[in-house]
């Protein structure tokens, strides 16, 4: 079965929900939470606000659990962007996290994090790394330095092969101009004042290798063959939905990934997953236990505020976090969220 | 405990493979020490789990085993591995499964020496 009907747009939210419960695994995920000592999935105090500002991206990668491309329309419209930065601003979360599509395609892109940063908040940009190559954008490596924003770029291998197989023809060569131009301003130093994140992931049905091994044959690889320096690798396990998913099933691999993601469960990976302190919020404001629940459009449990506007951090605190099949994700081997691996292998 | 059916027109069933631990069930002291040790094999010493994956895909080829093959292919990507890597370590097995018929040509040559004139 084949979710998507064309390459570049995933099945809708309702039609995928129902292929990942369609599956038959061993176990569901909450029974799997239930061996823990957590027994179940609660959020702690919200640190992040990743907010998703739009579909638009350069790029059309072949995994990507948004299904972003050029020809997505969804756009944070100006009402959600300015609640947001009010949420952000006025209840004290530390973190501000930027995703997409390439958010820096949004209007508003410099204006969202000059207010952040001015706020003394930390800004992580999701950045594609190509977008920085485009002549309109070149200006932003030295833009987001200035405003010590983190670079979390993805770059899923160390050769073009690999990370233009996921990505797109090219991609890899861009990258690699694109890391430099953020070396010219100082990212990747060893001073640490501006940090550049390298997200390494999966080139196909397979989970990733442990963090810091595949950072040191980055560093060393990226060094050597291309003079290229980075702060951090993390790497983050693909997730079972949108393309990715669509991939999977046209390549007859989902049975045996799913499989292995839930015999790879790790109660351990649970306790850092990125959903129990992030709030994920939608192009339109609603709000989501994290960025996959969001593309799924699997709304917070027991009607929790539906919406920015109506953001409220301390009813949010301790909330019971909505859950799939597709949580195995974040929970097998070493764990994956946004922040990389969740445990020590 | 019910099996799954399995197609015995082939000698070999890709989904055997999951079903390793059932030779367990006869001959069980033998097989939890056999499992043991191939955990202890494999775990991080003094070569790395890369290493190791590597290692054991150059040699799957060699004994030629299927079910080994797909396992440490996997094994090896999940690791870090890329297929440029994973290509050299075949040709390794291959450059020792054929050097040591070539150089049993030593042995061709002794024998022939020893009948001819």
Sequence with gaps: MTLATQHSHPAEPVQQMKRLESLDLSTSFEAAIATTPLGELRSTEVQTLQINVGKRCNQECRHCHVGAGPDRREVMPDEVVDACLSVLCEREIPNLDITGGAPELHPRFEEIITTAARAGRHVMDRCNLTILTVPAYRHLPRFLGDNRVEVVCSLPYYNARETDAQRGDGVFQRSIEALRMLNEVGYGRKDGKSILTLVANPVGAFLPAPQSCLEDDFREELRKRHGVEFSRLITIANMPIARYLDWLDRSGNTDRYMAKLVSSFNGAAALSVMCRNTISVRWDGALYDCDFNQMLDMKMLNGYPGDIFAFDGALLHGRRIAVGPHCFGCTAGQGSSCGGATANQ | ?117
């Design chain 2, 1 to 117: 405990m019910s099996r799954p059916t399995r197609n015995h027109e082939y000698h070999y069933d890709a989904s055997d493979l999951d079903r390793f631990a059932e030779i367990g069930e006869a001959a069980p002291d033998l097989a939890r020490k056999f499992f043991d040790y191939y955990g202890a094999v494999f775990a991080e010493g003094a070569l790395s789990e890369r290493e190791k994956a590597l290692i054991g895909l150059a040699v799957a080829h060699s004994i030629q085993c299927p079910y080994c093959i797909d396992v440490y292919s996997t094994k090896c990507l999940e690791k870090g591995s890329n297929v440029e890597q994973m290509t050299e370590a075949v040709h390794v097995a291959t450059a020792i499964r054929g050097g040591a018929s070539l150089v049993h040509g030593v042995q061709m040559r002794g024998h022939v020496d020893r009948l001819s004139m």
